[in-house]
């Protein structure tokens, strides 16, 4: 079995202050794990995926995230944020072939 | 352009009356998926499929259909819609099963009303 558990539905950022999106999961197998970003209106777009190698990944927009096996947690970051990266967030785990789970989303605000 | 799509963006319908969405593929994508979106609950998998003629149940498959007849299409099928079915649905594919390095492409989505 996998899941995944995003901690806050919503997170509030300035402009150009850090942006910490926490992702923690659960899997019996090693996981692949992603982060999918949704503006709205609009279907997921991949951020950026860990499969094996590396645990430090970095995705497109200046995001990145850190694969941490002994936290089981895989937090999104982002040194600087930007208006146009008001979204939502989404971290899945895939601990097998066939399915792809989701958390339930974290809606990113920035502020000016 | 690779992409997912989805018809149609809305649909309003009435309780009972069956209907479908279809999703189509131009990436000749393996594996192909159902999800609805709900406020608070994130992406649930209703259907997915690994290949041509071969679907299995997600996590919250009563009430839905699905078919795999070819490749590229993947409709999704209400035979008897209730209220609780409204919802925002997302078709996805990807090259093989969700635990090889491609990514899910997703959809536009079809915001689907109930009444």
């Known amino acids: 079995a996998q899941s995944v558990t995003q901690l806050g539905s919503h997170v509030s950022v300035s402009e150009g202050a850090l942006v910490l999106l926490r992702c923690n999961y659960s899997?019996?197998?090693?996981?692949?794990l992603f982060w999918y970003v949704q503006y709205p209106n609009q279907g997921l777009q991949l951020l950026l995926k860990?499969?094996?190698?590396?645990?430090l990944v970095k995705g497109i927009n200046g995001f990145e995230a850190e694969f941490k096996k002994s936290e089981t947690s895989f937090h999104l970051t982002k040194p600087s944020a930007h208006m146009s990266d008001a979204a939502e967030y989404f971290c899945?785990?895939?601990?097998?072939?066939?399915?792809?789970?989701f958390g339930k989303g974290t809606m990113l605000l920035v502020s000016p | 352009e690779a992409q997912v799509t989805q018809n149609p963006r809305y649909l309003i319908t009435v309780t009972g009356k069956k209907l479908t969405v279809t999703c189509s593929q131009n990436?000749?994508?393996?594996?192909m998926s159902w999800y609805r979106q709900d406020p608070g609950l994130g992406l649930r998998q209703i259907y997915y499929?690994?290949?041509?003629?071969?679907?299995d149940k997600g996590d919250v498959p009563e009430g839905y259909k699905v078919s795999r007849k070819e490749k590229r299409n993947f409709p999704l099928i209400l035979e008897s819609p209730s209220p609780n079915q409204t919802s925002l649905y997302f078709c996805?594919?990807?090259?093989?099963?969700?635990?090889?390095?491609?990514?899910?492409?997703f959809g536009n989505g079809t915001r689907l009303t109930v009444t």
């Open positions: 996805a594919s990807t090259q093989g099963g969700t635990g090889l390095n491609s990514p899910l492409h």
């Open positions: 899997s019996s197998v090693p996981p692949y």
């Open positions: 860990y499969t094996t190698g590396a645990t």
């Open positions: 899945a785990v895939s601990a097998g072939y066939s399915t792809l789970t």
């Open positions: 990436m000749n994508h393996e594996y």
């Open positions: 499929s690994m290949n041509v003629e071969v679907t």
